[in-house]
């Protein structure tokens, strides 16, 4: 069955330092990724997407994504972690099934100063 | 301001009860989604709609029913069948039903059963 998993359900980064959150998905037939954030009891936002072209893509708030075919997976990355970026992670994927999207679990990142 | 509403923001219902959230987005969207979020669960499909007058169960459909009669319109429906109704339920919709299009959420719904 197709699925995504995210790696880490709590990740914990000083401030400044580098944010990785890991993101794979299982399938022969590669997916469209998606990573979106939620602050607590909100919705979800966008952060980017990968569909075609460059396997790098870059987002808001200064997160990127590298689609990586040969390992299945999509991690989320930020250089400098900054405070407002304390929120819950989620990877999605489509097939283009009726627009039909499958998240991971989420991933809780906490910032501490 | 262009976006999705959801209401009412907090919502509880006594067991036995149907109870139905409302979903409403000016995006001029044709695709709406109904989605479940329970704690360390991630995200799971309840209902999607990718036109007016139609509609399709996703992978938890059981206990819920939906209605889409308008473009701008796609309400919930928590039936007395579904065995545990508590949780956090979002809204969404894309310009169309394909799988690149993003899909954008509402603020979603917090149902509690008391």
């Known amino acids: 069955a197709q699925s995504v998993t995210q790696l880490g359900s709590h990740v914990s980064v000083s401030e400044g330092a580098l944010v990785l959150l890991r993101c794979n998905y299982s399938?022969?037939?590669?997916?469209?990724l998606f990573w979106y954030v939620q602050y607590p009891n909100q919705g979800l936002q966008l952060l980017l997407k990968?569909?075609?072209?460059?396997?790098l893509v870059k987002g808001i708030n200064g997160f990127e994504a590298e689609f990586k075919k040969s390992e299945t997976s999509f991690h989320l990355t930020k250089p400098s972690a900054h405070m407002s970026d304390a929120a819950e992670y989620f990877c999605a994927v489509s097939w283009n099934q009726g627009g039909k999207l499958i998240f991971g679990q989420g991933t809780e990142l906490s910032v501490k100063p | 301001d262009g976006g999705i509403t959801q209401s009412p923001k907090y919502l509880f219902r006594k067991e036995g009860q149907n109870v139905t959230l409302s979903c409403e987005q000016n995006?001029?969207?044709?695709?709406m989604y109904w989605y479940r979020q329970d704690p360390g669960q991630g995200l799971r499909l309840i209902y999607y709609s990718q036109i007016v007058n139609d509609f399709q169960k996703g992978d938890i459909a059981e206990g819920y029913s939906v209605s889409r009669e308008k473009k701008e319109s796609f309400p919930l429906t928590v039936t007395s069948a579904q065995k545990n109704p508590t949780a956090f339920y979002l809204c969404?919709?894309?310009?169309?039903?394909?799988?690149?299009?993003?899909?954008?959420f509402g603020p979603g719904t917090r149902l509690t059963v008391l």
């Open positions: 969404a919709s894309s310009l169309g039903g394909g799988g690149t299009d993003t899909q954008y």
């Open positions: 995006l001029n969207h044709d695709a």
């Open positions: 990968y569909t075609t072209g460059a396997t």
């Open positions: 399938s022969s037939v590669p997916p469209y």
